[in-house]
């Protein structure tokens, strides 16, 4: 059981961090780049994709997400001097001005409002600092290792940069929050409190390529150009992130081509029951898979798709447990992972709740 667990972490540490290989590479302006499959994570590409570096206004997307999932879209927001005084973009905020939430959400993603920023942060985080205390925290729990926020905008900063995989990272989270995706997609919006429309400034989703459907723009001096963009075309979505690309929009559009064109998207192994068997026991289990795999795959890499299963627990302690992981290899390299469940037995209720009692209570019927 050590033995199965050590060599597990150590294949996990792997996860996600190697780009398909085999097949040549598309040419990017960009110095950092990565491109990766929205639902296995998949890195299809890379370049320099884990070095920090200055991400300026790409970090509102970070903004945005712990905004919506604050549940107070539907508050209004005071908005205070301090926010009306943020440098850089702007939505023109007054101070004293109240607008909802969701419209700042709105001015932040399409127009890149800093002072929005700043008045979002205040009111979901009680203030600019306590906000940003919260991203920092999202941003580990997300995996996010060479990431460190110091304000909600992007300006330059000392203690402020990401890599192009972490925000890649971000952006895949994101999207899985179907109000950040009615968000992002947007191309123009009117708030109450504006007699004008808001156009998004994501040039490829406004007209520059049909299959975008989402993504954030950012500039500053030190960070030059960042990019963060979604795009989706038939059954695959693709994320990708440039940093300090001078012709960006370019850039996106030669990796999502070259994504699309090189991969589909291939069902590997099915939702529902399956059979395995314990290394040093021998035992056949029975476990769950609780969705299909689905992976995008060249067509020379599906006969280089291998799997292995590692069962940790054989008695599972409580009903639909995670009992162990499936990791799926292209040309021996670890490309996604999935949990394995325990089967959902008639009686195991019963079972269950006494499981549970037990381990907050520490009662023992038996004893």
């Not at 540490?13 to 960009?30: C, D, N, T």
């Not at 291939?266 to 476990?287: C, F, H, L, P």
Request: net charge negative; charged share 20%; hydrophobic share 35%.
């Amino acid at each position: 059981m050590r033995y199965a667990v050590i060599t597990l972490a150590c294949l996990i540490l792997g996860f996600f961090l190697y780009p398909a290989v085999g097949q040549a590479k598309p040419g990017v302006s960009a110095n950092n780049a990565v491109l990766i499959e929205q639902s296995s994570g998949r890195v299809l590409f890379e370049r320099q994709a884990h070095e920090e570096q200055p991400i300026a206004s790409i970090t509102k997307i970070m903004t945005a997400i712990i905004a919506i999932e604050s549940g107070k879209l539907e508050e209004t927001v005071t908005v205070s001097n301090r926010a009306v005084n943020a440098t850089g973009s702007s939505i023109y905020l007054e101070e004293g001005e109240q607008m909802p939430l969701k419209d700042l959400v709105y001015g932040l993603l399409l127009r890149s409002g800093n002072d929005a920023a700043v008045a979002i942060s205040e009111h979901v985080g009680g203030s600019k600092e306590g906000f940003v205390h919260l991203m920092n925290q999202k941003a580990q729990w997300l995996g996010m290792t060479n990431t460190s926020f110091e304000n909600p905008h992007g300006l330059d900063a000392d203690h402020h940069f990401s890599t192009a995989y972490d925000m890649a990272t971000l952006m895949r989270y994101a999207m899985d929050n179907e109000t950040f995706r009615q968000v992002t997609k947007t191309k123009n919006y009117k708030s109450e409190n504006r007699a004008y429309a808001w156009k998004n400034k994501h040039k490829l989703l406004t007209g520059m390529y049909e299959y975008t459907n989402g993504g954030k723009t950012g500039f500053t001096r030190i960070a030059g150009r960042t990019l963060v963009s979604s795009a989706q075309k038939g059954d695959m979505e693709l994320i990708a992130v440039t940093l300090n690309g001078p012709d960006d929009w370019q850039d996106h559009i030669g990796m999502f081509e070259w994504g699309f064109d090189n991969y589909d998207m291939t069902t590997i192994d099915q939702e529902g029951e399956n059979r395995y068997q314990m290394a040093k026991s021998g035992n056949q289990v029975t476990g769950y898979l609780h969705h299909d795999i689905t992976l995008p795959l060249q067509k020379n890499e599906q006969k280089q798709l291998e799997r292995q299963s590692f069962i940790l627990r054989e008695h599972p302690e409580t009903v639909e447990d995670v009992i162990g992981k499936t990791i799926y290899f292209v040309d021996a390299v670890p490309i996604t992972e999935t949990p394995i469940y325990s089967e959902r037995r008639e009686g195991d209720f019963l079972k269950n709740i006494i499981s549970v009692y037990q381990r907050f209570t520490g009662f023992d019927p038996n004893g």
